[in-house]
Each structure stands twice: as structure tokens, then as C-alpha cells.
């Protein structure tokens, strides 16, 4: 009896094997998903096809295969407001059940997105600037490989006030929410070394003209600007055309 049981339970064993090989070298087998929230439309089109770009250089050089899986890399289009990023992420995880996802590229967008993305417990990378994700309400399900909104800005403003001893600024950014971190920070660091934000600037993140706003700014001893996308250049021509670039530094973040 012990003879048969050891040779019954040796082909229970050997009949379960091959019965649960296949099945984990076609699991193994599966392609791995990944998905990228970017942008390839409006002002900040250029920094998410870059991101676009980036990554498929990347998969082409490694014959689509990471780790000794084959990718399936979907690419979509938020458009560069939130209520894109949120349709988008829900597509992609709902509809193409995606392992992660990278991206987005604009705060507002990864705010819209971050309790989507816990809720379904999908991990996401993002470069997207936004402070709270990482700190005052972190999401253990994204990962950030780049600095928070101000926290350059935060250098900045100790620089203006301590170095260069500028005493009254004016801000300018683009309404939205990586302007608005971008000038909190430099303004929380130039007001704590000294220094005085006496104005601050909010246009419209597709501005067509800048001349308005420029006009506001007088009687300080710097401007700090935080445009972003193809926007900054397009607020410094403006800047300079008007004369105000040999008479008010402008700093940047």
C-alpha cells in the first residue's frame, strides 16, 4: 500500500505539473501593458511628445522586451486638462487593462487622476509636478522621478532675496495648478528671507498675447515667471520686445 500511494501520489504530482506548466508559461508569455498619459495638442504639446518620444526609442532599443516580457505600449492623448486625463485613465484601465501606466505631463491632470488611480490600485509613474500626490496626501500608487512644482522655486526665491537682495517681485504664471505651486513656493522662501510679492500674475494657460499682462508689472526689482510648455518663450519675446528685459531681471524656475 505504501508502494502504491507514493506511486499514485508521484503521478498525482507529475499529472498536476504538466497540467499547471502551460498555464504559467502562457501567463509568463502574456505582454506586459503599459499605457502613457501625455499630451500631443495646445501649449504643452511639446514636453509630452518629447515624453512620447522617450519612450519608444526606449522599446525599440530593447526589441519591445523588458525583463523577458514583451510590451503592448498604448499611447493616449489627454489633451491638457483634467477632464482628458480622467476619461483617458479610465479607458486604459477599465477598457484596456493596463499593468501601469506613465505619465501624465501637467499637475492638473495628475490631480484629477491620482484617486482614480488608488482606487483602482494601479500603479502609475508620473513627472507631473503636483505636491500633494507625494506629500500632504500621499498615494502609495504613484511614483514621481522628478522634483515637485516648487521646489525649485524654493532655491529661487532664497537666491533673489539673499544673493541678488532683491527686495519687491512680481509673479506671472499660467492659471492652473503647477503655476500656482510653482509661485507659492518661491514666494513662501522670498517672504521668508526678507522680500515682499507685490504682484502677482495669472493668464490663462492658452494666452495669445502676454502685452496686457506685462504692462501691469512696475515698481519692483524682479520678475519671477513659470510658463510652461512652448509658453515660455513666447511670454520672454514679449518681455523683451516691450523693453522690460534691460530694466526688471526676469528669473525662472
Not at 40 to 61: D, F, R, S, Y
Request: some cysteine.
Amino acid at each position: 500500500m505504501t508502494a502504491k500511494r507514493r506511486t499514485v501520489l508521484q503521478g498525482m504530482l507529475a499529472t498536476g505539473a504538466a497540467v499547471a506548466m502551460p498555464t504559467v508559461l502562457r501567463a509568463q508569455a502574456a505582454p506586459f501593458k503599459i499605457a502613457l498619459l501625455t499630451v500631443k495638442t495646445g501649449p504643452l504639446a511639446q514636453g509630452g511628445i518629447q515624453m512620447e518620444q522617450g519612450i519608444t526609442t526606449l522599446l525599440k532599443e530593447k526589441n519591445n522586451t523588458l525583463s523577458g516580457r514583451k510590451i503592448d505600449f498604448i499611447s493616449a492623448d489627454t489633451g491638457g486638462n483634467p477632464a482628458g486625463a480622467k476619461t483617458k485613465a479610465q479607458e486604459l484601465i477599465e477598457r484596456d487593462k493596463v499593468n501601469v501606466i506613465l505619465g501624465p505631463l501637467a499637475a492638473f491632470e495628475l490631480l484629477a487622476i491620482t484617486d482614480y488611480v488608488r482606487d483602482n490600485q494601479t500603479p502609475l509613474i508620473s513627472l507631473a509636478a503636483a505636491e500633494d500626490v507625494t506629500q500632504r496626501k500621499a498615494n502609495p500608487f504613484v511614483i514621481r522621478p522628478s522634483a515637485t512644482s516648487a521646489q525649485c522655486c524654493h532655491a529661487m526665491g532664497e537666491y533673489a532675496a539673499k544673493e541678488l537682495k532683491y527686495k519687491r517681485a512680481a509673479t506671472i504664471s499660467e492659471d492652473f495648478a503647477f503655476g500656482y505651486e510653482q509661485m507659492s513656493g518661491f514666494q513662501r522662501v522670498f517672504e521668508d528671507d526678507g522680500g515682499k510679492v507685490v504682484k502677482k500674475l495669472w493668464p490663462p494657460l492658452v494666452t495669445p498675447d502676454y502685452t496686457p499682462y506685462i504692462a501691469q508689472i512696475g515698481n519692483v526689482d524682479c520678475v519671477f515667471n513659470g510658463f510652461a510648455g512652448s509658453n515660455p518663450v513666447k511670454f520672454m519675446r514679449a518681455y523683451q520686445d516691450l523693453g522690460l528685459k534691460g530694466r526688471i531681471p526676469l528669473l525662472a524656475g
